[in-house]
């Protein structure tokens, strides 16, 4: 359980619950309300204020001046509510201007740092906006940096200053910061919400991760298909790659999904079951589509990997595709100027009016609160992806 300081807004007559907001700079953030933990004579004592004291009142609400200030225990905060609270006792001595949302975000075990920090030029953006995406975003976010060698591009000033990749865990890391060594360098395991959101407040913003996981005996758990067109002008490019590419795989009858990349790409996965298939069977396999797209759409695709030889073509690197090397993760931001998303997609969406802006923190956010969960069922694919017979079928034309 968690603690945290609140002050009560209003008081619903029918629930008989006493809502509470807190501060999140000069505005006033409604955030759950409470009816368990009062005494008796504690409940009559609010009421009575409540009712004397109110600044306004309709058939359901009595509502109520920021003073009031009370003290409660939660079990989380999801959603920007607080998830069964209790009240411990009133604050008599709070000012209810210190009962802020940092604060509250604070009882993750992690303090907020410059919650006013501006993050990206020409947007509202900042720092605060940042953690609270990660903590809305934790549980789709979570699932796929579970078990992987992290790296993460930080970003201490926003896109106001220098960036860095960092692999190896910083000496300062808190003590709940889950680690794991390989080739010398001790990476960060992210599989939980307090060592996520640390890694916010430290302003990572991209959360790249090997196509393994720690356990896999370097076996992928899935194959990325990276569309890379040659700039973020000519995502089009990208979007025709990936209605090719769709078509191949539903032929095959295997299972994919699909994500913009938050750049100028998009990416086409294919979940595996795990510690099954080798690098070199799904090389096999990558290679084989590559080429056959190529063969398909000889002045559209390439797989040169030198630019001045590509010739305003798409790669497609299947090279990329090994142990040890990244993609960017389903639900990261990325470091540009819009701080877009890396968002999973219905293929139903991919139309020529699609484009990564349109994948804002805001936007997903909104997205996964109308249930639109494109990878919902990615996990559960691993046990169903038909790729063994494929790889079969390719072996024997080999």
């Given amino acids: 359980m968690y603690t945290a300081a ?14 509470v907001s807190v501060c999140l700079n000069k505005e006033i953030i409604s955030v759950g309300t409470f009816n368990k933990g009062l005494k008796v004579e504690e409940k009559s004592a609010l009421l009575r204020i409540i009712k004397e004291h109110n600044k306004k009142e309709d058939e359901d609400f009595f509502y109520m001046d920021p003073g009031i200030c009370v003290e409660l225990k939660f079990s989380s905060f999801e959603h920007h509510k607080i998830i069964n609270p209790v009240f411990t006792k009133f604050l008599y001595n709070q000012n209810w201007q210190d009962c802020t949302l940092e604060n509250l975000l604070a009882t993750e075990r992690t303090t907020l740092t410059n919650p006013d920090k501006p993050l990206f030029p020409n947007t509202n953006i900042t720092k605060l906006d940042y953690i609270l995406y990660l903590k809305e975003v934790s549980p789709y976010f979570l699932p796929f940096l579970e078990n992987r060698l992290l790296t993460t591009i930080r970003f201490p000033h926003g896109l106001f200053g220098e960036s ?18 390989k080739e010398d360098i001790q990476y960060i395991v992210c599989n939980n919400l307090e060592t996520l959101l640390w890694l916010g407040n430290q302003l990572a913003f991209e959360f790249h991760i090997p196509f393994e996981t720690i356990y896999s005996n370097s076996m992928p758990s899935e194959i990325v298909f990276d569309l890379d067109p040659p700039s973020s002008e000519h995502f089009h490019m990208a979007i025709e790659a990936a209605k090719v590419l769709q078509n191949i795989l539903d032929r095959l009858h295997l299972l994919s999904f699909l994500k913009i990349s938050g750049n100028k790409g998009i990416q086409v996965y294919l979940p595996l079951p795990e510690k099954t298939f080798s690098y070199d069977e799904v090389r096999s396999f990558t290679e084989f589509i590559a080429n056959y797209m190529i063969v398909a759409e000889p002045e559209l695709f390439t797989i040169e990997r030198l630019k001045k030889n590509r010739k305003n073509r798409l790669y497609i690197d299947y090279i990329q ?3 040890g090397k990244t993609i960017i993760a389903p639900y990261s931001i990325r470091g540009n100027k819009g701080g877009y998303v890396a968002c999973p997609i219905e293929w139903r969406e991919l139309t020529d009016s699609l484009h990564p802006s349109q994948f804002s923190m805001k936007v997903v956010l909104h997205r996964l609160d109308k249930g639109i969960n494109p990878f919902s069922t990615y996990f559960e694919a691993k046990e169903k992806q038909p790729f063994r017979q494929v790889l079969d079928v390719l072996k024997q034309k080999q």
């Fill in 6 to 19: 609140f002050f009560i807004s209003d008081y619903h007559k029918k629930a008989e619950t006493f809502g």
């Fill in 164 to 181: 860095f990749y960092q692999k190896q865990c910083p000496d300062y890391a808190p003590s709940y910061i889950e680690t794991c060594v």
């Fill in 321 to 323: 595709h090994s142990e």
